[in-house]
């Protein structure tokens, strides 16, 4: 398991809890929120690591690198599963070219792991019905596996009184954020500026991760590895290069 809401992120424990049926589970989490860090990994500097409890260690580093690490070191490769989340706020639409959450299940499937991740309404304070859902679903993901280089993006809206509404299999959307940039001045008068603006809008087409969320459903989209757009592929042929 990894995320990059950090090792206070209030979606971690209970995932940990509703995995713990499956087999053994080991936490790889990053010491601090590393929230919109993509798919970075540290190769500059030196990775901390320490150990917090039995099963739970934290990197002072990337989303990526936790499942690198989580791979590679602390399991030495005997993983048959990698999930992250449950991050606190969506990755629909183009959050999965940000998201450290969505980037830290890529890194797991470049190193041949199945892996899903999974994100959840900022709104939604509880995490016990995303967790039963994505232990479901984990289940289903050792039992049928996953095709080569295929990992799950799974987004849960806020719940109604009687639960989600289902899920559906869903591509991606569309979420616009602000184009503006801040200008602010701290309280020495020197000028700063911070990024991020308002809420982004939603462009809820059919049958988009967008639109399930917004309906109440659980949205599921396969995310491929390969990102080759091959119709322009077969264009650029007739190319002058």
Known sequence: MTNDDGIHGPGLRPLIA???????VVAVV??????????????HKPIRVYRIADGIVTVSGSP???????????????????????????NLGEDII??????????ARILGIPAVAFSQDPGQRSYEAAAAFARDLARQILSRG???GVILN???????????????????????????????????GRT????????????????TDVAAVAAGRISVTPLHLDQTDRPML????GWRF
């Open 30 to 43: 990053p010491d601090q929120e590393r929230s919109a860090d993509s798919h970075s990994l540290t190769l």
């Open 234 to 237: 077969a264009a650029l042929k």
């Open 192 to 207: 700063y500026y911070w990024m991020g603006g308002s809420r982004a809008r939603w462009v809820k087409l059919p049958g």
């Open 146 to 148: 996953l095709p080569p």
């Open 154 to 188: 799974v987004n849960f809206p806020k719940p109604r009184r009687e639960g989600f509404r289902g899920a559906q299999a869903a591509r991606l959307g569309q979420r616009i954020y602000s184009n503006s940039i801040d200008r602010r001045s701290d309280p020495r």
């Open 98 to 107: 940000y998201s450290g959450t969505v980037a830290a299940a890529r890194e």
């Open 18 to 24: 509703a995995m713990q049926g499956l087999g053994t």
């Open 64 to 90: 990526a690198d936790c499942a690198r690490f989580g791979v590679l070191r602390e399991m030495k490769g005997l993983v048959d599963l990698v999930v992250s989340g449950i991050n606190h706020g969506y």
